[in-house]
């Protein structure tokens, strides 16, 4: 993997650049779509091509350990063939997954024992399997196991638990470094950092990841339950410390604003459920605010989804066709609202991209920030 | 509405020609893929028209009547404007499904009273107010109203509702005279054969229905549990009523075999529920047979969906991967084989028009229906 920063905005820490996998070249800053199981819910690559415009989707090694399968996986030649998809990947390594969904988890110091959420069965992830999954799935970038404490953890588990995920890490660091991609294309390997909502474990654990010197450099274990501004601060004390010269990725974050905020911090590259999730309900995200689209005052209003949309779907269908959809509970309004989304998501990133170029990204991020949190 | 005929086949009574509407024009033989609600299930417009190539779809005036109801779709400016599709749209009358679906239904001289399957509100259809619905929805082929007796209704019942159902086109029909089409475009009305099993009857019905000289004829009230030869039979002496001239719609059939025989004994219309609603069950229509995709069979089988198949899914997508989005029940699979499934009928009733042209349709379809019901 290569990474080169093309321009850094004058007034934050926001900056602009190119990430180079075998699968193709990610502009940053990206947001990556998730696509669970092994599809982006709702979402087919074709529409996530060339409607959405995603160069980059995320897979969950917890969900593609337990299905497919890793014997699927492989005989499929990696997730990249079997679902079609000829862009990158990043996996996240499965701990989060673990740690929130499935049943009678033990952690101990070799790593996490745990039952499927889908039929008990009884399973073991360490640093190391996790490497050896995501080397068989075949992603571009690739995540260490980590263990995410929650945003009110108190310190003392906090400590402990930083310290058990850096020395998970060492050990993944090892195994990826012992082992190799098994279809042809280079894979990376990202850590990340912990430390709860405590800038001095946060300063630790920055300084420990960066220490390895790795392609690029993640933060896990926020926006969990704690305060914005937590996360925000925490942010700032790790991205002073994290190299300049490799993407940083803020996990499973967030809002338009968070985004936005985070952009203007020093990050490169998020990823969230929320555009597709929340979209399943009802929300869809505008650059001018966020709509409820089942609301009664959508019934015959019939401009398109979103004016300033850049998608098909956005202009060609009106918020009353959608709205009505939802009310009729049809699953084209799930797939629309979803693609409309991520196709949002996707060009806020391109737009504050743009912005950091042309110089203005702090003007401009001060003007959205209020926009898109409005309720339309 | 226009209609004209290209070829005759020279040993069957199938023939190929076009029918073309203000919203263009139908190739026939043709199948019209069912938007129940204002959308073929979890298949947007693109896809509808890009990979399933169909120049017609089906709404359901029942279903449209209720939601979004009368207000919006007359706001919107109709069915078409609403969803965003530019090409043809047929209407059934509901009358189908007043009978299958609402509740405590009543049926009168003047009409059906029913209440709603949504939320139990009374409401009565009568032969005018359906064709008035129907100028609403704004469809350009407008259905009679009429009463569809099930399968095994015995003679007297048959012969009682087959002349209510008569004595009802002609108040529809004078109502169709009567009124005009609201949006700029013109719409026409094609009259219903019903009689059950009965061929007496079904004769009685055409030659009823053949009187009227509309722009096109329906055939109702088959395959509705009567055996299959009993469909073919009535479709064959139907047939031999209905003028020449006019396109013959078989309503709500059938299995891709159903289309072949029907297709060779002179019919030039279909729509059914089958391919999107097994499709979303994990039955995907192939030419080489049919395919339970769910099956374990497929489990690590990487070769595409259909390999004589006609759109980007088919080629793109592995019976592996598609298995494992309806195993994870991930909605990707019901979307992938609706899209498929539609495909594939729309592909079998356009080589059926092509081996009509070329004088082979026979032979093609005696190899075709062997190949088509066999399980894979």
Redesign the interface.
């Known amino acids: 993997m290569q990474y080169q920063i093309e321009k850094r905005d004058p007034k934050s820490s926001a900056r602009s650049g190119k990430i180079f996998t075998d699968h193709g070249e990610i502009p940053t800053p990206i947001f990556m779509p998730v696509g669970t ?3 982006v ?6 529409d996530l091509e060339e409607e959405v415009n995603a160069p980059i989707i995320l897979g969950n090694t917890y969900h593609l350990y337990l ?2 399968g890793l ?2 996986l492989k ?2 030649g990696g997730l990249h ?4 998809w000829n862009r990158s990947i990043l996996t996240d390594s499965g701990g989060f997954q673990v740690f929130s969904l499935s049943e009678r988890r033990k952690l101990t110091e070799k790593g996490a024992e745990f039952r499927s959420h889908l039929d008990g069965s009884k399973h073991l992830f360490t640093p190391e399997s996790v490497v050896d999954i995501q080397r068989t799935i075949g992603a571009d970038i690739m995540m260490a196991f980590d263990e995410c404490p929650s945003g009110d953890a108190p310190y003392s588990y906090a400590v402990q638990s930083m310290e058990l995920t850096h020395r998970w890490l060492k050990r993944g660091i090892e195994q990826f470094k012992k082992s190799n991609p098994l279809y042809g294309y280079e894979q990376t390997f990202f850590p990340i950092v912990q430390g709860a909502g405590y800038a001095e474990l946060r300063k630790r654990s920055a300084e420990y990841v960066a220490s390895f010197d790795m392609d690029g450099n993640a933060i896990g274990g926020l926006a969990v339950g704690e305060p914005e501004e937590v996360m925000y601060q925490m942010i700032e004390v790790v991205n002073a410390i994290l190299p300049q010269d490799k993407p940083r990725y803020l996990m499973g974050v967030g809002t338009p604003v968070n985004i936005l905020e985070a952009i203007s911090l020093g990050v490169d590259m998020f990823d969230c459920v929320m555009p597709t999730r929340n979209g399943r309900n009802g929300m869809i995200f505008t650059s001018q605010g966020i709509i409820n689209i089942k609301n009664e005052k959508w ?2 209003d ?1 401009s398109p989804i979103d004016e300033q949309g850049h998608c ?2 956005d202009l ?3 918020k ?2 959608l709205r ?2 939802f ?2 509970r ?3 309004g ?3 609202a979803s693609i409309h989304n991520l196709s949002f998501y996707l060009w806020l990133v391109s737009e504050a991209r743009r912005q950091i170029e042309s110089g203005c990204f702090s003007t401009w991020k001060d003007q959205m920030v209020k926009q898109l949190a409005r309720r339309l």
Chains 1, 2 share one sequence.
């Open positions: 199981v092994g599809t819910k709702g979402i087919h690559v074709k299905r497919p014997e699927v005989e499929a063939q079997f679902m079609g019934k015959t019939f098909f779907f060609h269908y009106s009353a066709y009505h959809l009310v009729a049809e699953m084209l799930p797939q629309i």
